[in-house]
């Protein structure tokens, strides 16, 4: 059997701490050993609403050694035949989030 490294990348999922300030999330990743975080669509568009930009959050990001590995959610997907325009531009949103700080992963499923 292959041994088990000392070590793995751990991800606090987006709703582990529910909604509370971008950095608040990477602080108490970074603290808790952490070295990736997920990140909703309305987690993002918080940040975006407190005044922080894309810059300023991979800023905060890079000081506490964190990464965004996986973005949440993407819903609505295959249920409509026209999808509705807010669930298009939350699609874009997750696309950009996922593009700009070069997450990994993004979650989906049947349900929103």
């Given at each position: 059997?292959?041994?088990?490294?000392?070590?793995?990348?751990?991800?606090?999922?987006?709703?582990?701490?529910?909604?509370?300030?971008?950095?608040?999330?990477?602080?108490?990743?970074?603290?808790?050993?952490?070295?990736?975080?997920?990140?909703?669509?309305?987690?993002?568009?918080?940040?975006?609403a407190s005044g922080l930009t894309?810059?300023?959050?991979?800023?905060?990001?890079?000081?506490?050694?964190?990464?965004?590995?996986?973005?949440?959610?993407?819903?609505?997907?295959?249920?409509?035949?026209?999808?509705?325009?807010?669930?298009?531009?939350?699609?874009?949103?997750?696309?950009?989030?996922?593009?700009?700080?070069?997450?990994?992963?993004?979650?989906?499923?049947?349900?929103?």
């Amino acid at each position: 059997m292959p041994s088990m490294p000392n070590t793995c990348d751990l991800t606090l999922s987006a709703l582990t701490l529910g909604r509370v300030s971008f950095e608040v999330r990477i602080t108490a990743a970074a603290r808790a050993g952490f070295s990736g975080i997920g990140i909703s669509a309305e987690d993002y568009n918080d940040a975006r609403a407190s005044g922080l930009t894309d810059n300023d959050m991979m800023a905060i990001l890079r000081h506490y050694n964190v990464s965004v590995t996986e973005v949440e959610f993407l819903s609505d997907w295959m249920l409509y035949r026209d999808i509705p325009a807010p669930a298009l531009d939350k699609e874009q949103t997750v696309l950009r989030i996922a593009h700009f700080f070069g997450a990994r992963q993004i979650n989906a499923g049947l349900f929103g």
